[in-house]
Protein backbone atom coordinates (compact mmCIF):
# COMPACT_ATOMS: atom_id res chain seq x y z
CA UNK A 1 0.00 0.00 0.00
CA UNK A 2 1.39 3.43 -1.17
CA UNK A 3 1.83 5.98 1.55
CA UNK A 4 2.75 8.95 -1.28
CA UNK A 5 0.99 8.14 -4.75
CA UNK A 6 2.78 10.90 -6.38
CA UNK A 7 6.35 9.15 -5.56
CA UNK A 8 5.20 5.84 -5.68
CA UNK A 9 6.55 5.34 -1.71
CA UNK A 10 4.88 2.27 -0.09
CA UNK A 11 4.34 2.21 4.31
CA UNK A 12 6.70 -0.24 4.34
CA UNK A 13 9.61 2.23 3.06
CA UNK A 14 8.43 4.97 4.98
CA UNK A 15 8.28 2.92 8.39
CA UNK A 16 11.77 1.55 7.11
CA UNK A 17 12.83 4.90 7.44
CA UNK A 18 11.53 6.17 10.68
CA UNK A 19 12.83 2.83 12.18
CA UNK A 20 15.95 4.18 10.59
CA UNK A 21 15.77 7.66 12.50
CA UNK A 22 13.33 10.09 10.38
CA UNK A 23 11.55 12.36 12.61
CA UNK A 24 10.18 14.33 9.88
CA UNK A 25 7.99 13.70 6.80
CA UNK A 26 11.39 15.47 4.71
CA UNK A 27 13.26 12.51 6.51
CA UNK A 28 11.11 9.99 4.97
CA UNK A 29 11.06 11.88 1.56
CA UNK A 30 14.96 11.69 1.23
CA UNK A 31 15.26 8.35 2.66
CA UNK A 32 13.20 7.98 -0.44
CA UNK A 33 15.65 10.19 -3.15
CA UNK A 34 12.16 11.61 -3.67
CA UNK A 35 10.72 15.22 -2.92
CA UNK A 36 7.12 16.50 -1.84
CA UNK A 37 4.41 17.54 -4.79
CA UNK A 38 1.35 17.57 -3.70
CA UNK A 39 2.04 16.67 -0.28
CA UNK A 40 -1.61 14.96 0.78
CA UNK A 41 0.57 12.24 2.19
CA UNK A 42 2.78 14.71 4.83
CA UNK A 43 -0.27 14.32 7.80
CA UNK A 44 -0.41 10.66 7.09
CA UNK A 45 3.35 10.46 7.19
CA UNK A 46 3.28 12.18 10.35
CA UNK A 47 0.76 9.89 11.98
CA UNK A 48 3.33 7.29 10.84
CA UNK A 49 6.24 8.65 12.98
CA UNK A 50 4.20 9.33 15.80
CA UNK A 51 2.97 5.85 16.04
CA UNK A 52 6.34 4.44 15.15
CA UNK A 53 7.79 6.06 17.75
CA UNK A 54 5.38 5.59 20.76
CA UNK A 55 6.32 1.47 19.44
CA UNK A 56 9.50 1.97 19.74
CA UNK A 57 9.67 3.61 22.67
CA UNK A 58 7.18 1.08 24.01
CA UNK A 59 9.66 -1.79 22.86
CA UNK A 60 12.36 -0.39 24.84
CA UNK A 61 10.99 -0.31 28.23
S1 LIG B 1 0.94 12.01 -2.19
FE1 LIG B 1 2.92 12.42 -1.42
S2 LIG B 1 3.54 14.22 -2.45
FE2 LIG B 1 1.58 13.77 -3.28
Do not use: W
Not at 35 to 43: H, S, T, Y
Request: hydrophobic share 40%; glycine share 4%; charged share 25%.
Amino acid sequence: MYICNCNGIRERQARAAIELGASRPADIFRHCQAKPRCAKCVCDMRQMIQETQEVLALAAE
